[in-house]
């Protein structure tokens, strides 16, 4: 028997019009579906209800935070074997499956056991659930370069400052020492913090502090994984920032690309942004 194939998909953040539509094509050329909670469970009911037949079975290994009912380790070999049986296989993944996202590792796994393996790219959280936020990653003379990292296991001293924007993805567990950790370095305990639970999904909430105050906050608040947490200046071009982050506070600095003069910490005038319904909460 010729071996199928397996096809790494990244599904995005949850929302279903954020697959890709070479993701989609796999999905409806697929015989089994292996996929994640985050993300990828939300992306097949919503296709279901837009009448997106989907022929394949689907196999859930979804994690939640202190679960794993299907090991990692199952999960490849789940991979191969209906692989090997034949069939078209899509390893169905929350984001990119290359961020965070152990895809690399699922595909080695295949290569080894000579099974063929795709990868089709997903939008990361990571840029994805800030952008619905009103919180950009870079933004000139505010932010020119940005981290990505997991936060699910505390964390050492990340380098920059307030302007080197930090992502934290699985982070809620930790954030108390992962804020005291940034605040101790060149960010200070000023540095503005957003948090944004449930992207895309109908608990969408946003909750905006400093890395000072961020964990007391998001205790109050009961915040709740899934979330991303964002670090850094750009917080304040957010459009659920306060007036106190909004406003100019800092001394002019140099944008070294342009030779423009700019303000440390400054977006853009509260003005300037379209106040939302979304669920804030600021110190």
Request: charged share 20%.
């Amino acid at each position: 028997m010729t071996n199928g194939t397996v096809t790494l998909v990244g599904a995005g953040p949850g929302d279903a019009g954020l697959l890709t539509i070479r993701g989609l094509r796999a999905l409806e050329r697929a015989d089994v579906i292996v996929a994640d909670r985050l993300g990828a469970r939300a992306v097949l009911d919503q296709l279901a209800a837009e009448g997106v037949i989907l022929a394949a079975e689907v196999i859930d290994v979804g994690k939640t935070p202190g679960h794993h009912p299907v090991p990692q380790n199952e999960i490849n070999a789940l991979l191969v074997r209906h692989a090997r049986a034949g069939r078209e296989v899509v390893r169905l993944k929350g984001g990119d499956p290359f961020v965070l996202g152990r895809g690399r590792e699922e595909a080695l796994y295949c290569e080894a056991e000579g099974v063929a393996v795709s990868v089709v790219p997903g939008i990361t959280s990571a840029i994805s659930v800030p952008a619905v936020a009103g919180i950009p990653l870079t933004h000139r003379g505010v932010a020119t370069a940005f981290t990505v990292a997991s936060a699910h296991d505390p964390i050492a001293q990340l380098p920059g400052g307030s302007d080197h924007t930090v992502v934290l993805l699985m982070g809620i567990g930790t954030l108390a020492h992962t804020a005291g950790v940034l605040a101790r370095g060149d960010r200070g305990a000023d540095c503005p913090v957003a948090i944004v639970e449930d992207g895309y999904g109908s608990g969408e909430r946003v909750t905006i502090g400093t890395l000072g105050t961020i964990a007391g906050l998001a205790a109050v608040r009961q915040v709740r994984n899934p979330a991303v947490v964002v670090v850094g200046d750009v917080v304040r071009l957010s459009p659920s920032a306060t007036p106190s982050l909004t406003r100019e506070t800092a001394t002019p600095r140099r944008d070294s690309a342009s030779g423009v003069q700019s303000r440390r910490g400054d977006g853009v005038s509260r003005s300037y942004f379209a106040r939302t319904d979304r669920k804030t909460l600021q110190p």
